[in-house]
């Protein structure tokens, strides 16, 4: 998110950003609680709503529908609950400048990256937004080292930084690219 952040805007700051949350589970609420700490202005959504209206009071965030969350207007979206939410339906609704959020397979279908493309919005692909967890996961199984895994998950950001970049140059979608990428580092 400081990294579509600092695309967007020109500066790797979240405070004063509107960041939709689409799901309050384990990693949609650890999101909020991070967030609400940075100075986002939050719109929380979730199934099961009790949930989303206690943490919108403690945060003193607002709550969204299921329904209503993807037409958020904000800077940025993230779904972190159902994939296949960003589809041919949604994307000409949103009414957001980035998608970065924690759900798997957040795109319907794989076309749906370059509709993203046209239309705008900054995309980046579900598995460089919530590699954090498997590379935690991975240190915490191999002589866990917090230093490590910090160093690690900040380089997210500098891979996304690549994406764009490329991306930007070859007028190609964030998520083709990112493939592209993933498919050289495995090679």
Aim: aromatic share 4%.
């Amino acid at each position: 998110m400081l990294v579509a952040a600092e695309k967007i805007y020109g500066s790797a700051c979240l405070d004063g950003l509107k960041v939709a949350i689409q799901g309050v589970g384990n990693v949609g609420e650890r999101l909020s609680r991070l967030l609400a700490r940075d100075g986002a202005e939050l719109i929380l959504s979730d199934v099961d709503n009790a949930k989303a209206e206690r943490l919108a009071a403690e945060l003193g965030s607002k709550v969204a529908s299921t329904d209503a969350i993807l037409r958020e207007t904000c800077d940025i979206l993230a779904p972190c609950a159902l994939g296949g939410v960003i589809s041919a339906e949604t994307i000409p609704e949103l009414n957001a400048r980035a998608i970065v959020g924690g759900a798997n397979n957040q795109l319907a279908r794989p076309e749906d990256d370059a509709r993203l493309l046209e239309r705008g919005i900054l995309y980046c692909p579900d598995y460089l937004a919530n590699a954090g967890g498997i590379i935690d996961l991975h240190y915490q199984r191999s002589e866990w080292d917090r230093t490590a895994i910090e160093e690690h998950v900040a380089s997210l950001g500098e891979t996304f930084r690549e994406v764009i970049a490329r991306a930007e140059n070859s007028k190609h979608p964030t998520g083709h690219i990112a493939d592209r990428i993933a498919e050289e580092r495995f090679a």
